[in-house]
């Protein structure tokens, strides 16, 4: 997807620590990658947002 990288899950992750990492939201992932709950599995492939999960009109409004 453009504007995102793709991260693979490892054991342990949880959503919440993946997006501290990225410095985007649990929210910005889950949208993302169409996710209807929080749960991930290892070696799941997830594409993480960049620029804090807002979109381009977002960062155009900002200035961006």
Request: hydrophobic share 25%; aromatic share 4%.
């Amino acid at each position: 997807k453009e504007g995102t990288n793709v991260y693979e899950v490892k054991a342990g992750d949880n959503l919440y620590n993946i997006a501290k990492v990225h410095k985007t939201t649990v929210k910005a992932i889950r949208n993302t990658n169409n996710l209807k709950t929080t749960v991930i599995h290892p070696s799941q492939k997830l594409h993480i947002p960049q620029h804090g999960g807002k979109t381009g009109e977002e960062l155009k409004a900002q200035g961006n």
